[in-house]
T-cell receptor
Framework: GAVVSQHPSWVICKSGTSVKIECRSLDFQATTMFWYRQFPKQSLMLMATSNEGSKATYEQGVEKDKFLINHASLTLSTLTVTSAHPEDSSFYIC???????????FGPGTRLLVL | RKEVEQDPGPFNVPEGATVAFNCTYSNSASQSFFWYRQDCRKEPKLLMSVYSSGNEDGRFTAQLNRASQYISLLIRDSKLSDSATYLCAVNMKTSYDKVIFGPGTSLSVIP
């Protein structure tokens, strides 16, 4: 099967700091990676779609200057939450697929708590 | 209208029951459809892809109705371990590609 890892699993940080989350496809090349956010008892909300080597496409309402996404290689995408605030506390999940039409494989998620 | 909608739930069923979930989507150009299950505080896990001809995997059957723009998931002989939230996912072929998840339907299988 396809394995996707995320790091870190947990982050607790002070308000105003920036947090970087890594998403890696371990045994396949991911043409497309997705970043989702999930608040308690809610569904996954797509934040952005990124293709290797190009700029991410952000969903409406997601600030691209606050949530910086870099997909520099076929196995790594990063999400940086800049100047995090308590309302950014959430479960951030990435997924990766070999081709857009194919199945997405999810990372285990990163829980962010901003104090 | 939301892009992807699901039965609101929650569904509480006894062990051994058959339960069906429905999911509707708004974009008629959508081409790929999936069912995922998500356990509490975990990432979604792919349950099955949904094909035009329908597909079955053990106790799970998925159907796609393009004309009515809905997909369904049928679970037969429910087990306690089936308790989870079931999410449908649809690729939305808009000006760019994106995959949208439904809000999920919670299932509790009761002894």
């Amino acid at each position: 099967g396809a394995v996707v890892s995320q790091h870190p699993s947990w982050v607790i940080c002070k308000s105003g700091t920036s947090v970087k989350i890594e998403c890696r496809s371990l045994d396949f090349q991911a043409t497309t990676m997705f970043w989702y956010r999930q608040f308690p008892k809610q569904s996954l909300m797509l934040m952005a779609t990124s293709n290797e080597g190009s700029k991410a496409t952000y969903e409406q309402g997601v600030e691209k200057d606050k949530f910086l996404i870099n997909h520099a290689s076929l196995t790594l995408s990063t999400l940086t939450v800049t100047s995090a605030h308590p309302e950014d506390s959430s479960f951030y999940i990435c997924s990766a697929s070999r081709d857009f039409q194919e199945t997405q494989y999810f990372g285990p998620g990163t829980r962010l708590l901003v104090l | 209208r939301k892009e992807v909608e699901q039965d609101p739930g929650p569904f509480n069923v006894p062990e051994g029951a058959t339960v069906a979930f429905n999911c509707t989507y708004s974009n008629s150009a959508s081409q790929s459809f999936f069912w995922y299950r998500q356990d509490c505080r975990k990432e979604p896990k792919l349950l099955m892809s949904v094909y035009s001809s329908g597909n079955e995997d053990g106790r799970f059957t998925a159907q796609l109705n393009r004309a009515s723009q809905y997909i369904s998931l049928l679970i037969r002989d429910s087990k306690l371990s089936d308790s989870a939230t079931y999410l449908c996912a649809v690729n939305m072929k808009t000006s760019y590609d994106k995959v949208i998840f439904g809000p999920g339907t919670s299932l509790s299988v009761i002894p």
